[in-house]
């Protein structure tokens, strides 16, 4: 492959909105050395595949006259959940002061997604040659980090003799703190409640101006004193010993000889805390499970003619297999096995031709996993003429399926796994009350469900139970502890790319996960302390 220098960094690439930002370090280890009478002299160049082409996205520094670097230049990439982000690392040797790469020695290449470097954190691989063989011995090893600082500061505060602002009552006071601009102006980050004793959490990397007001509800609050102090002051504060500051008006400092303050506020406890984010959990060895759920119900049609939503066309493809591909090709990265349980429902199973609504679509009730997305698509088709499509619409059998193991995986008070059940089905739900207390208990556990709808049905019931609008509720009343559904119809995605598809149905995923376990108060396995 001929690999040439974008004459501009290429904007954004991606979706709009940037879950956040990775650094990647890039070590190499015996790598071809092209020198005669010195070693190589390696840099490394990162691409990204953007429209099924290679587009250099940044390269590292030259290690000189060294065949095992460590680069100390990063790379810094937009993390997408929701897209495929493949991204190739190149190491050429630096024979001349050409930004051309032709000009360079090829020392060797690899290529991976995003995903599957964040799911493992680090990782070390064989560089290839253009031919696809080894590169001799040498290997690449890259390591991810988000770029973030998710430290909350929670302190517990009182005020004492503040002074009064109101003529007939005392004072309503609330506090501001303000952050060192690069302009050298102080700029206001954080505004509490207004309250006679304080308790507020939020992100304070800076040392703070802290400025005391009287509330008034026409908005001219009267300035009461303020004060500066530092994180590491404010930390000193505890239960037995708070820290007392002092809230002084400059004004009244200056017209009074005997002025003290106006106040005392009172630090009675300082908290530093995380604020975990879902590439915490991925980075800290999080695993996500994914399950498919297949509906083969009478409605779908016989699959042997082209009016059928499970008729292969020559194109090797359907509505079931492009949902599959696009969720699966997603989720596969964060599943370090990647076998993947394939379940169907609504067929008639050889050889008594019993209806089932949960069964192996491989046939091996055993062992239901699929190998890779890959797999998954081969256990369906193969799975196709043998058996005969029938019915009712279930979809509580597969739901609770899935959540006994996410029910199995809570016994282990970690947050190492979390389960994905993807259901794709061409009609209305026959057990909706089923399926309503179905989705209502397993929303207590570790599981998110994602439901693509095929054809051209009436899926209102499908959205009732995407809880984007209202809290869902079983049959007898208990409430959904948090929205775990998300709903799809494929028809809205027929005439767009197949990313789009995917980014629809796993916006939400990575809120989900995060959301699941800070409400089990459940921090990432290797996370570091605040």
Known sequence: MAYTMTPTP????????CVCKVELSICGQNLL????????????VLFMEVNGKWVELDRTETAVNNLNPAFAKKFIIDYHFEEVQKLKFALFDQDKSSTQLYEHDFLGEFSCTLGMIVSSKKITRTLLLGNGKPAGKGMITIAAQELSDNRVI???????????KDLFGK???????????????????HRTEVSKTLTQGWFMPFPPQVICYDYDSDGGHDFIGEFQTSVARLCEAQDASPLELECINPKKQKKKKNYKNSGIIIVKSCKITRDFSFLDYILGGCQLMFTVGIDFTASNGNPQEPSSLHYINPMGTNEYLSAIWAVGQIIQDYDSDKMFPALGFGAQLPPDWKVSHEFAINFNPRNPFCSGVEGIVQAYSACLPHIRFYGPTNFSPIINHVARFAAQATQQETASQYFILLIITDGVISDMDETRHAVVQASKLPMSIIIVGVGNADFAAMEFLDGDSRVLHSYTGEEAMRDIVQFVPFRNFRNVPKETLAKAVLAELPQQVVQYFKHQNLPPINSEPA
């Open 33 to 44: 050395d092209r020198d005669v009478t010195s070693k190589s002299d390696p840099f490394c």
């Open 171 to 189: 004072s309503d006071p609330f506090l501001e703190f303000h952050k060192p601009g690069d302009d050298g102006k102080w700029m206001l980050v």
């Open 10 to 17: 290429p904007g954004p690439v991606g979706s709009q909105y």
């Open 154 to 164: 929670t302190l517990s505060m009182a005020g004492r003799k503040l002074d009064k």
